[in-house]
């Protein structure tokens, strides 16, 4: 081997044990290696090196500007808003005399994109135009300059348009044809090759400047080719008679039933939410018209051959929409009870549209007299309660051989049965006659789009038609079930209730006055919206005292008579995550157990919780004393305004644990916000709703940011002894 030989296989040798190094140190969890060391260089101050940077660039030199961002690009360890103050600390640097040059610089640079071109100067001509009059006589020099160097960059641009960046050149020379003809002859000189959305966009700008003929005979044109097909191949397909509607009721109840049986609950959510909005304008003829619409299973305007419109769900929330419509708005709705109580009427309305409409008509105001045998029919089981003791109800196989999808029914049959007391077989039986009793055709579920979803969860968001399907007829099905079967109570069940109405509760998402969980949504306290970090310092966060974020929080400095957060867990504005829970405990000896207490490691983990019943949790561990404290154990409960769809854990109403109501002898008003004192003081307030936690990760896998109850309590209680 020559001496060029060994020189090779050295730099080779050294080459290969660097990445060596550097590959073993990425999965070490020890010290790095020397190689990984000295490979890292140190972070740059961004400030200095902007600084040191515009001290030996020149602003009139498009290599000097392409230099000084070539050395931006080489740093990695820089933060991305360095280039961006390096154009506006050059542009506040810039000489009087070299102002038109550094124009003509950043329309050369070749780092310099073209709608980055196009911005800077602008930046430029608006910060310099009162103090550098001649700028402005040049405009139209430094736009043709950078057509010139970098044209054909403006239908290259990845995240712009050519129309946006045509208007941009023209205000800034206020000549568009100045800018168009620069355009038009770019194309022409460097034969660019256009795509369609282009040549349209720049069809769109030129019609500015061409005469009112030569438009329409341009559009005709484009009309009389295959583009006359565009709407019906991109659309719905052909025009219908069916989109000709004359009448604008018509319109809008069409537009409104149709969005709700949407896939999307959110969807039907917020349009049945806004249906008090129609009392508020004074359109109860419409809501007359809508609820004329109920078994309306399709809107041939807005039919598409992909989707089928899920009308069992439009008829479900309407009608809860009208019974939070009537809470709110009471007799103003008293036009639509002729058609409510025929709707109550109807065999083929199953029982929980029977319930909304008991809530409507009762919110409405009718008399008791009037909605008796309603009441009766939705409140009270026909055939009474049967106690069982255990045994299985004999097997009886299904006659009608109709198949569900497999977790229907695995859970969702089996469920009803037991309401019932009577076989699967015969649960399927009188789901698949509501089935057929609609579509006489159906043998089984695939005679419906969509798929079974294995493990779906109650709480998705979306729902395919199929499903929504199985949920209204195993609704009508029980409907029918009950008239003729007594509702089944195992003989340990001490629960007073009507079983029947705890399985019904599983499909109900609404409070039994027809409220929605949003309405019961107060304001967040202001504490809440404190930013808990001080003033950044470059790249550093700096921290605000101690005493000051007490202060902020309410904790410290307040008067005797105000109320100080007890229990909390939310995050502020600037990203921080705060958690506040107190307890309660007898004063004597109190002072010296707490300075022992803060000393052991796991002190944020100590205090024992309860349940959503308020009695202590029997497997928590031993605390060095017994306070009393609470923390809300979540349940479904409905749709909530945060959440913006149906979902378990939503959040619970605050009921406090039994032994503080007790020890304090606190009564709770009737929404559980806020406690007095048996001498009528107020002693506590809950002043916000929320979710479990502080993110919660729906079926979908979305991440929603939730919040925490918030309970605030008096310093002192009137209960001697005891402190908040």
Not at 389 to 418: M, Q, T
Not at 633 to 657: C, F, H, M, Q, W
Request: hydrophobic letters at 40%; charged letters at 25%; a negative charge.
């Amino acid at each position: 081997m020559g001496d060029g030989d060994v020189s090779t296989a050295k730099q080779l040798l050294e080459e290969a044990e660097r990445k060596r190094h550097e590959y073993n140190s990425r999965s070490s969890s020890g010290p790095s290696s020397p190689a990984s060391i000295e490979s890292k260089k140190k972070e740059q101050d961004p400030d200095a090196f902007v600084k040191a940077l515009i001290s030996k660039c020149d602003p009139g030199s498009a290599a000097s500007i392409d230099e000084a961002l070539n050395e931006i690009d080489a740093v990695k360890s820089l933060p991305f808003y360095v280039r961006r103050d390096f154009f506006s600390t050059i542009r506040a640097a810039c000489p009087y005399a070299k102002r038109l040059d550094h124009l003509l610089a950043l329309a050369e640079a070749n780092n310099v994109s073209f709608d980055q071109a196009i911005d800077h100067i602008q930046d430029c001509v608006s910060e310099w135009s009162g103090s550098s009059a001649y700028i402005a006589a040049e405009q139209k020099n430094v736009v043709s300059h950078l057509f010139k160097s970098k044209g054909s960059e403006l239908f290259s641009i990845s995240y712009g348009s050519v129309s946006r960046e045509i208007k941009q050149l023209s205000d800034l020379c206020g000549d568009e044809s100045f800018v168009l003809n620069h355009v038009l002859d770019t194309i022409s000189t460097e034969r660019l090759e256009l795509n369609g959305e282009q040549w349209l966009q720049l069809a769109t700008v030129l019609s500015h400047q061409t005469s009112h003929s030569a438009s329409r005979d341009a559009l005709e044109n484009f009309l009389s080719g295959p583009a006359a097909g565009l709407a019906d191949q991109i659309g719905e397909g052909a025009y219908k008679p069916d989109f000709k509607i004359s009448d604008e009721r018509e319109l809008l109840v069409g537009i409104i039933w149709h969005l709700l049986g949407d896939d999307d609950a959110y969807i039907k959510w917020s349009i049945a939410r806004a249906l008090p909005l129609f009392v508020s304008l004074g359109l109860i003829d419409d809501l007359n018209a809508l609820l004329a619409q109920f078994d309306r299973r399709e809107v041939p305007a807005l039919k598409t051959e992909s989707y089928n419109l899920s009308f069992q769900n439009s008829q479900q929330w309407l009608l809860m929409g009208l019974a939070r419509a009537a809470l709110i708005h009471g007799a103003k709705l008293a036009p639509l009870k002729p058609r409510l109580f025929q709707l109550a009427a109807r065999n083929d309305v199953h029982i929980l549209n029977k319930r909304h409409i008991l809530r409507c008509l009762r919110n409405i105001g009718c008399e008791a007299a009037d909605i008796a045998n309603l009441a009766q029919e939705v409140e009270v089981d026909p055939k009474g309660i049967a106690v069982v003791k255990g045994s299985w109800p004999k097997h009886v196989p299904a006659k009608s051989g109709f198949s569900f999808d497999y977790e229907f029914n695995k859970s969702e049959i089996s469920h009803l049965a037991r309401v019932f007391h009577i076989s699967d077989g015969q649960c399927v039986d009188a789901i698949a006659h509501e089935i057929q009793r609609i579509w006489p055709s159906a043998t089984n579920m695939d005679a419906f789009p969509g798929h079974d979803r294995y493990r779906k969860e109650r709480t998705d968001r979306y729902e395919y038609y199929r499903e929504h399907v199985q949920k209204h007829a195993l609704l009508s099905a029980a409907t029918t079930l009950r008239q003729s079967h007594p509702v089944a109570r195992q003989s340990y069940d001490e629960d007073p209730a009507s079983p029947f109405e705890l399985w019904l509760n599983d499909y109900d998402v609404t409070f039994k006055d027809g409220s929605w969980l949003s309405d019961h949504k107060d304001q967040e306290p202001e504490v809440c919206g404190r930013s808990l970090l001080g003033p950044r310092v470059k790249n550093v966060e700096s921290l605000i005292p101690t005493p000051v974020i007490f202060e902020s929080l309410g904790i410290l400095n307040i008067a005797e008579s105000a109320m100080l957060p007890i229990y909390g867990q939310w995050k502020s504005p600037d990203g921080v995550y705060v958690r506040i829970e107190t307890a309660l405990g007898k004063p004597r000896g109190i002072v010296g157990l707490c300075q022992k207490f803060v000393r052991r490691a796991d002190h944020d983990l100590w205090l024992p919780l309860f349940l959503h019943d308020g009695f202590d949790d029997p497997y928590r561990q031993a605390s060095p004393f017994e306070p009393v404290v609470w923390v809300l154990e979540n349940y479904s409960i409905g749709v909530d305004s945060r959440e913006k769809i149906a979902t378990d854990g939503v959040a619970s109403r605050p009921r406090l644990g039994v032994k503080l109501l007790k020890a304090f002898g606190l009564i709770p008003d009737k929404d559980f916000r806020e406690w007095i004192t048996s001498h009528n003081e107020l002693a506590m307030r809950s002043q916000v709703w929320g979710g479990d936690g502080y993110l919660t990760r729906t079926t979908t896998g979305a991440v929603i940011e939730t919040k925490m109850v918030r309970f605030y309590g008096r310093r002192k209680t009137g209960w001697t002894g005891h402190y908040l």
